[in-house]
């Protein structure tokens, strides 16, 4: 059955007027239907990039349609593994969309260039009349989501979340400032000098390693080499550095040397072991606290703060007061719920028990979820006190929890719907009969979330990391610093290259032979060794200008270390590396997929040769995020 254009009109008029209003109980954009029963038959309506104001809301006035059958669905989901393929990426087709019925493909005809240009702006026009941000600003801005290595998040069919510092979000100050405070007093209770110490979040970033021998803490480059060293709380020079490492690499697989910083949890520890690393070098901690070696002492402060963990304190005092250190985030539970409805099995694996995980997750989503729904809606399958990374690495006994007050009984088989203690990532696999890639795992840290569930399953995996906001922007409102400072390294690059030939015509005319050309082996000696001295002069003086701007480049994220993601000017840090070489996507915060929705396409960007990046602040920005 076909209708006329003016019929359509009148039937979009009627029934697809849009109000004034477009929030729902989600407080998510209103989308309109895009089928309308007439006669039996489900009619499409195609928009066009003219609109109309029907009381005080809009409707599209010109349509192309095309008769669907009764029963039939416009569309299909491609869900079976028999059925999907792989595109030209080499990505799962698993989860697309087909079109069975609809537009009749006359209406799209010309050159596909031509009608991608036009069809993507009549979308964008919508988007824009509808009140949806176009996509294009949440990729560009510091709550993006940055590609390592292409990801169909269509193809997707479970999605595990970590909790703490993943799921929600903890005031670093607050948290990691008591437990820095739980720590310290654990050590004063067994003589440690820690009176007029306080914690300062300043003095270290995520990404640095703990050189445990030397009491130092150190960043390196993608390579391994240290670039930056803090010996107790005072920074080395370069020379010192160069002096004590040499070209010394940094090799995280000696982990009774070197000491990742995986994740913001490290960073009371971390302050409160540099800090201690200074009373130890005045004389201040005697041998009968511990021996005198700086591994030893952060034994002892390992040892102090793992109380503050397991003694229940801190953790009390958390959860009596969760909004004094939690930081609520309304997008969250929404961009769950958005990942749920379209199908997605959702996940939550965390290391946190039972008790803490309830009150936590009550707090952080409940309110921020519709028609009084409860957290535990959300997720397939909740697994507490889940032991990562050995949770992907072995299996563990299981435990169902069976009441409200965290009674568990002994579980051989995990079923969806469960909430579990310990167990092992291959039973969740078992439980929900997804494996490998098609499982996402989502966490904020590097080696227990990220690393081991790609390592040991193949799972996709994404990587939180609030600091990539502060990062982000600080890059931005440093560019023109950035820009005059390159501009200074291109102007020495190019008197380099000058100076150096002259300084070979220079030696070889020194040593009897023919320099490189007539012209230079027969050039006045005098004339030949003003111009090597001058820009020789010059050299010195733009070194004597880009040295310091080097040292504050990064400043604006961190005083003492510079940027999360790099170790240099160009050159990416150890941490960016570890980021690249594990996480498939990462980004700020999981509330960022709320603007990608649950059918997003991530493509890795392009890699080019460094030489092609050298002087350009925009490859340079590329490439790390």
């Not at 009749?104 to 010309?110: E, S, V």
């Not at 209770?189 to 390693?209: K, S």
Request: net charge negative; glycine share 6%.
């Amino acid at each position: 059955m076909h209708m006329n254009c003016s019929t359509i009109c009148q039937a979009v008029t009627s029934c697809m007027n849009i109000p004034n209003s477009t929030s729902r109980t989600l407080h998510k954009p209103f989308v309109f239907p895009n089928t309308k029963k007439c006669d039996g038959a489900l009619v499409l309506f195609r928009s066009s990039v003219s609109y109309n104001k029907v009381n005080g809301g809009f409707s599209l006035c010109r349509c192309a349609t095309t008769s669907v059958p009764p029963g039939e669905d416009v569309f299909s989901v491609v869900t079976s593994d028999a059925l999907s393929g792989v595109d030209y990426l080499g990505q799962s087709t698993k989860g697309d969309l087909n079109l069975n019925f609809g537009i009749d493909g006359k209406a799209l005809q010309g050159p596909v260039e031509e009608v991608a240009k036009m069809e993507a702006q009549e979308a964008e026009n919508l988007l824009q009349h509808l009140g949806i941000p176009v996509p294009y600003n949440a990729r560009h801005s510091p709550r993006g989501i940055f590609c390592s290595r292409t990801l169909n998040l269509r193809s997707i069919s479970a999605i595990g979340y970590d909790m703490d510092y993943t799921l929600m979000h903890y005031n670093v100050m607050a948290w990691e400032g008591r437990a820095y405070d739980y720590c310290m007093e654990n050590l004063r209770n067994v003589g440690f000098p820690v009176d007029g110490l306080a914690f300062d979040p300043d003095l270290v970033i995520r990404g640095l390693v703990i050189d445990k021998e030397k009491g130092n803490l150190v960043k390196a480059d993608r390579f391994g080499y240290i670039k930056r060293v803090m010996h107790g709380t005072r920074m080395l020079s370069t020379r010192e550095v160069s002096e004590i490492y040499g070209r010394e690499l940094v090799d995280l697989r000696k982990e009774s040397r070197w000491e990742f910083l995986n994740t913001l949890f490290s960073v009371s520890e971390a302050v409160a072991y540099m800090q201690l690393v200074d009373r130890m070098d005045e004389g201040l901690i005697g041998p009968d606290l511990c021996p005198l070696e700086y591994k030893s002492l952060y034994k002892a402060v390992g040892k102090a703060l793992f109380r503050a963990h397991v003694e229940g304190q801190l953790k009390s005092e958390i959860m009596s007061k969760p909004e004094l250190f939690v930081e609520p985030d309304p997008e969250l539970p929404l961009a769950l719920l958005d990942q749920k409805e379209a199908g997605k099995r959702l996940l939550l694996i965390t290391n946190s028990d039972y008790h803490y995980t309830d009150k936590m997750m009550q707090h952080s989503f409940n309110r921020y979820l519709p028609n009084d729904m409860s957290w535990r809606e959300l997720f397939e399958m909740v697994i507490v006190s889940a032991r990562k990374p050995e949770f992907f690495q072995m299996s563990h006994p299981m435990y169902e929890v069976v009441t409200g007050e965290g009674l568990m009984r002994p579980c051989f088989k995990a079923r969806p719907g469960g909430l579990y203690s310990g167990g092992s990532a291959q039973m969740v696999e078992s439980s929900l009969n997804v494996h490998g890639d098609e499982i996402l795992y989502v966490g904020d840290h590097i080696y227990t979330d990220v690393s081991q569930s790609k390592v040991h399953l193949r799972w996709r995996t994404a990587l939180i990391c609030r600091e990539l906001e502060e990062e982000y922007n600080a890059l931005i409102h440093s560019q023109q610093e950035r820009a005059t400072l390159i501009d200074l390294i291109n102007q020495k690059e190019v008197l380099g290259d000058l100076f150096n030939q002259l300084r070979l015509a220079l030696q070889r005319r020194t040593a009897g032979r023919p320099a490189q050309t007539l012209a230079a082996t027969h050039m006045d000696d005098d004339e030949l060794t003003e111009s090597i001295q001058k820009l020789l002069l010059v050299m010195q003086r733009l070194d004597q200008k880009i040295g310091p701007m080097l040292d504050e480049d990064g400043e604006l994220f961190n005083k003492r270390w510079g940027y999360l993601s790099r170790a240099g000017l160009w050159d990416k840090s150890h941490l960016m590396r570890q980021i690249e070489k594990y996480a498939d996507i990462y980004t700020s915060r999981v509330s960022n997929f709320l603007h990608y929705t649950p059918f997003m396409y991530f493509r890795a960007q392009e890699q080019v040769l460094n030489g092609h990046c050298t002087g350009n602040y925009e490859c340079s920005l590329t490439n790390n995020f």
